[in-house]
């Protein structure tokens, strides 16, 4: 049987505080683990995870330890307008600013300190295709 048991996303950062900093500040995670290495990000419920790992640790193989590139990250809010007036006022890196997409989403993206593409999007109530 291939049963997952658990799956969780790993950022490489050169500042491990400002990343998580970045992520606490937009989403409801806690540090659950903070050290100069790793900071594992754990959501109120429980239920999300989220690592940050210094780039250049052990664990990273050098290969990988560069600026991200071909993927990104999804968050789904309630209402990701709320999260856009936030980053705004912490002055994070808006990539595109709010906006309807053709599929039913609220959507905007931005740059998380280490250069990660973050998408946040809320469904539009009452959307039909």
Known sequence: ?????RMM????????AASRDFYTKLFDFKADYDSDWFVHLISEDKKLELGIIDRTNDLVPERFQHQPQGFYI????????????IATLENFEIVADPEDT??????????????TLVDVSSPIPDFEF
């Open 74 to 85: 999804t968050f789904v809010v309630t209402n990701a307008d709320e999260i856009f007036q």
């Open 102 to 115: 053709f599929y039913g989403q609220r959507r905007f993206l931005l740059k998380d300190p280490d250069g």
């Open 9 to 16: 996303s790993n950022i490489c950062s050169d500042n491990l």
């Open 1 to 5: 049987m291939k049963t997952i048991n």
